[in-house]
C-alpha cells in the first residue's frame, strides 16, 4: 500500500503543515527547527517505511515515527508553557498525536500478523 493513502499519514502531514505554518515567524530557531523537525520526521518516516520491501523494515520506519510522535507531543508542552503555542491550539496538536500514535499502533500491528 502507498503511504499517500493511509489516513495516518494524511493526518501527519497535515499536522507538520500547521505547525510549519505556526512558526513561520518564531525567532527562537532552536525551539522552531527543533519542533519542526520532530513533526516532519513522522510523516517522512511512515513515508520511508512503508516504501520498504519486508514487513520487518516497514515496522522499523513505523516506530521511528511513533517515537518522533512522542518527542512532537513533549515539545507542544513546552511550546504551551513558555506561551509560544496558545493552549487550544496546544491541546488540539496533543491529542492529534495522540491519535497519530495510537494509529500507528495498529499499523504496526497489521504488519506483524
Known sequence: ???EKLHVWKRSAK???AIYKQFAELKDYGFRDQITRSALS????IAEGMDRESNKEK???LVIA???TAELRS???IGIDIKYIPKKI???WIQETREISAMLVGLIKTLED
Not at 513522522?42 to 518516516?45: A, E, L, Q, Y
Open 1 to 3: 500500500m502507498s503511504f
Open 15 to 17: 499536522l507538520c503543515t
Open 42 to 45: 513522522i510523516s517522512s518516516n
Open 59 to 61: 515496522k522499523r520506519f
Open 66 to 68: 511513533r517515537g518522533s
Open 75 to 77: 515539545q507542544i508542552y
Open 90 to 92: 496546544g491541546d488540539i
